[in-house]
């Protein structure tokens, strides 16, 4: 059965309209994910002694130079030891240094710098892109309604 162009471009459209919208809400829920754990941080963070484990280099995509790093630490708290990322933190550390960190009883993966929960940068890079990534949603699907619409004005028996 044989598809037709418009048809296709059409569905084709409707995706990108859902990939747009479906971009923008992930990078709204990170945004918010992570200020909710900032605040988390700095209202019930206690400090701790990290021992940096070790950092991973992350790039931006093959053959690219490294844009960060991602380290572990580990910490001990109320006699017990534990292992977590090290948020707030994007530098190279050495394995075995020690760094000021802050933490959450109860949550032991829970693990930033204390120089990052200081610097404490909102998410708003992650909201702006999650307003653009939707406002681009709404405005290739509302631009797609005016077409359909237009097209049905211009031709009502559809034979188009």
């Given at each position: 059965?044989?598809?037709?162009?418009?048809?296709?471009?059409?569905?084709?459209?409707?995706?990108?309209?859902?990939?747009?919208?479906?971009?923008?809400?992930?990078?709204?829920?990170?945004?918010?994910?992570?200020?909710?754990?900032?605040t988390?941080?700095?209202?019930?963070?206690?400090?701790?002694?990290?021992?940096?484990?070790?950092?991973?280099?992350?790039?931006?995509?093959?053959?690219?130079?490294?844009?960060?790093?991602d380290?572990?630490?580990?910490?001990?708290?109320?006699?017990?030891?534990?292992?977590?990322?090290?948020?707030?933190?994007?530098?190279?550390?050495?394995?075995?240094?020690?760094?000021?960190?802050?933490?959450?009883?109860?949550?032991?993966?829970?693990?930033?710098t204390?120089?990052?929960?200081?610097?404490?940068?909102?998410?708003?890079?992650?909201?702006?892109?999650?307003?653009?990534?939707?406002?681009?949603?709404?405005?290739?699907?509302?631009?797609?309604v005016?077409?359909?619409?237009?097209?049905?004005?211009?031709?009502?028996?559809?034979?188009?």
């Amino acid at each position: 059965m044989p598809v037709s162009g418009r048809k296709l471009a059409g569905v084709l459209v409707w995706l990108l309209v859902a990939a747009l919208l479906g971009l923008a809400v992930y990078f709204a829920l990170s945004g918010s994910s992570r200020d909710s754990r900032l605040t988390l941080l700095r209202d019930r963070g206690i400090a701790v002694q990290a021992t940096v484990t070790g950092c991973t280099a992350v790039s931006s995509g093959v053959g690219m130079g490294i844009e960060y790093w991602d380290c572990r630490g580990s910490y001990s708290l109320d006699g017990r030891r534990f292992s977590a990322p090290l948020g707030g933190n994007r530098r190279l550390l050495d394995a075995g240094s020690t760094v000021a960190a802050v933490t959450v009883p109860g949550h032991p993966g829970l693990l930033w710098t204390a120089a990052g929960v200081r610097r404490g940068q909102s998410s708003t890079a992650s909201y702006a892109a999650a307003v653009a990534l939707g406002g681009a949603g709404v405005l290739v699907g509302a631009a797609r309604v005016f077409a359909l619409r237009r097209r049905r004005r211009l031709d009502p028996t559809g034979s188009t």
